[in-house]
């Protein structure tokens, strides 16, 4: 099992920036992709940017320019720095990896909430 510790989050007026931080237990040789994923209540979870091993990178439309994502490869952690904040980028944000050979599979965090005042 892969622990995935959290930290940031909180309250943000909107166009203001906030930065999320996440350390996988696991070592860069057992995992591969690191992100993060929201969850507004009633809604699925969706995507918000993913960071493969080697660097390439994902984002969701809605966070394109605004959002940037960033590994550390060596500390197992990774970034998730908020700028240009919206209302509608409030949500819990969960932080998310994808492990390798025994520690195979999807491995989530507890969740951390964003709030963006408008």
């Known amino acids: 099992q892969v622990r995935l510790m959290e930290s940031g989050g909180g309250l943000a007026p909107a166009g203001g920036s906030l930065s999320l931080s996440c350390k996988a237990s696991?070592?860069?040789?057992?995992?591969?992709?690191m992100g993060w994923y929201r969850q507004i209540p009633g809604q699925e979870r969706e995507l918000v940017a993913r960071?493969?091993?080697?660097?390439?990178?994902e984002y969701a439309d809605s966070v394109k320019g605004r959002f940037t994502i960033s590994r550390d490869n060596y500390k197992s952690t990774v970034l998730l720095q908020m700028n240009n904040l919206k209302p509608e980028d409030t949500a819990v944000y969960y932080c998310?990896?994808?492990?390798?050979?025994?520690?195979?599979?999807?491995?989530w965090g507890p969740g951390t909430r964003v709030t963006v005042s408008s």
């Open positions: 998310y990896t994808r492990g390798l050979g025994s520690v195979r599979g999807d491995h």
């Open positions: 696991a070592s860069v040789f057992s995992i591969a992709a």
């Open positions: 960071v493969e091993t080697g660097g390439s990178t």
